[in-house]
């Protein structure tokens, strides 16, 4: 065991996974979004946009996530128009392809979650809202999707777990993030145990934390 | 279409084998998933603490570090380590391990800390009374677990091992980083040498989807064949 190595690679890693986090966060937040809007369409009636959304949702976690992030990032700059047109300024940048692979396949997943909430939601509590006089959109927003967040927050939980260990695939796109800063230390010095021990208890932290905080926010909202 | 012409022309042969390659190590990973599961999950049921948390470690480090950590750990750290072990042995020569059983076998203990949790559900979650039902008859404790809790434990963690199957599928592809080829390597090999990557990679998620999609029917069998009589 190589103390000293651990102790001078801590604060590289540490550093690292500031990036690690602020990868999480935009692609939860944009994530999360996606994933509300693809859990309404997939309750529309309308079986073409119902049939959408469902493409959508099996495309994402029917395919590894390096395949998405790889398309994004190698596969959409050969397009001509593309790469002529504003969005290249964006698209050429790894983190944002990165977090555009994340939300995206984030945003499916979720959207998985949000919708069997939203179909858990008993029709006894709509009907009650409607009976007292309340507009559709005001149950919507005030009624389903309150009792839609609760629902899902467990299995919400566990999704940004996944996606914390997704954003390590950042470093096959160049980006420096924990698992990048790892895999770099491990092969310059070829000690592969000592940093793993060090990244994964930053990793092993990051996941504690999320998972106390969500088991907090399940007791406070809890009926 | 020239592209996955099969012969030198295209990649169609290429892309093929490397399909075949997925599949194998997904079904070796699998296999030592399982049979990790065979050896955590009675750890986890066990009455002793002290072996509860020895299992409790290592599923929570294994879902709790990303996968791509865990391959880097046995990529660089798989040789030194059976290195290690050689020269207690007294044998000092370079020792370089085949980058298939390295890769089957990280993405195998991840699987396998999968399929601990499932296990111990589906254990769990069969009733207390059968248990007693079996030593009442004098059923021997191998003859109640084969007879008795390996028939009922099938039938309700086949749904779950689908999920971890198509984890473990989906996790081969991160093999690719350690020059394995599989689907992955194979695309990132044909979009080099021909600049086309978002054909070439929009291929591989096409062929995955096809093996998760068959996975998914061939296990939806398996699963009415073990939910007979229910």
């Known amino acids: 065991m190589d103390f000293e190595l651990m102790i001078n690679s801590f604060p590289k890693l540490l550093n690292a996974a500031v990036v690690t986090l602020k990868l999480l966060s935009v692609s939860l937040i944009v994530g999360l979004f996606i994933g509300l809007l693809f859990a309404i369409l997939r309750l529309n009636k309308n079986i073409f946009i119902n049939k959408f959304a469902y493409g959508y949702s099996y495309i994402f976690r029917g395919t590894p996530l390096l395949v998405q992030i790889f398309i994004i990032y190698f596969g959409l700059g050969q397009i001509e128009s593309l790469r002529s047109s504003f969005l290249w300024v964006i698209l050429k940048e790894p983190y944002w392809c990165a977090i555009i692979a994340f939300a995206l396949n984030t945003g499916a997943y979720t959207s998985e979650i949000l919708r069997s909430a939203f179909q858990t939601i008993k029709p006894g509590i709509i009907e009650a809202g409607k009976s007292l006089g309340i507009s559709n959109k005001i149950i919507f927003y005030k009624v389903q999707i309150p009792i839609a967040i609760r629902q899902s927050l467990p299995a919400y939980g566990n999704e940004i777990i996944l996606m914390l260990k997704g954003t390590s695939l950042a470093s096959t796109v160049t980006l420096m993030d924990l698992t990048g800063v790892a895999k770099y230390i491990i092969s310059t010095t070829f000690k592969p145990i000592e940093v793993f021990i060090v990244a994964g208890g930053i990793y092993l932290f990051m996941t504690f934390i999320i998972h106390n905080v969500i088991k907090f926010l399940e007791k406070k909202y809890s009926y | ?230």
């Open chain 2, 1 to 230: 279409m020239e592209l996955l012409a099969f012969g030198d022309t295209g990649w169609g042969d290429e892309l093929f084998r490397a399909t075949l390659m997925t599949i194998a190590v997904s079904i070796t990973a699998m296999l030592i998933g399982f049979s990790f599961a065979a050896v955590f999950t009675p750890l986890k049921l066990s009455k002793f603490k002290f072996l509860n948390l020895i299992a409790n470690i290592y599923t929570t480090i294994i879902r709790g570090v990303p996968e791509l950590l865990v391959i880097y750990l046995f990529f660089f750290g798989g040789s030194g380590a059976i290195m290690f072990v050689a020269s207690m042995f007294g044998y000092n020569e370079y020792i370089e391990i085949n980058a298939f059983l390295t890769g089957s076998f990280a993405i195998g203990i991840i699987s396998g800390a999968y399929s601990t949790e499932v296990f111990r559900g589906a254990i769990q979650s069969i009733d207390k009374g059968q248990f007693e039902a079996a030593k009442v008859l004098g059923f021997s404790k191998f003859k109640q677990f084969y007879k008795i809790v390996l028939p009922q434990m099938l039938r309700l963690a086949i749904p779950n091992l689908s999920n971890v199957w198509q984890i473990t599928l989906k996790d081969t592809s991160l093999i690719s980083v350690t020059g394995l080829v599989e689907i992955m390597r194979q695309s990132y090999i044909a979009a080099g040498s021909t600049r086309d990557p978002l054909f070439f990679y929009s291929f591989a998620a096409v062929l995955y989807l096809l093996l998760t999609f068959v996975s998914m029917k061939l296990i939806n069998r398996l699963e009415v064949k073990y939910s007979r009589g229910y």
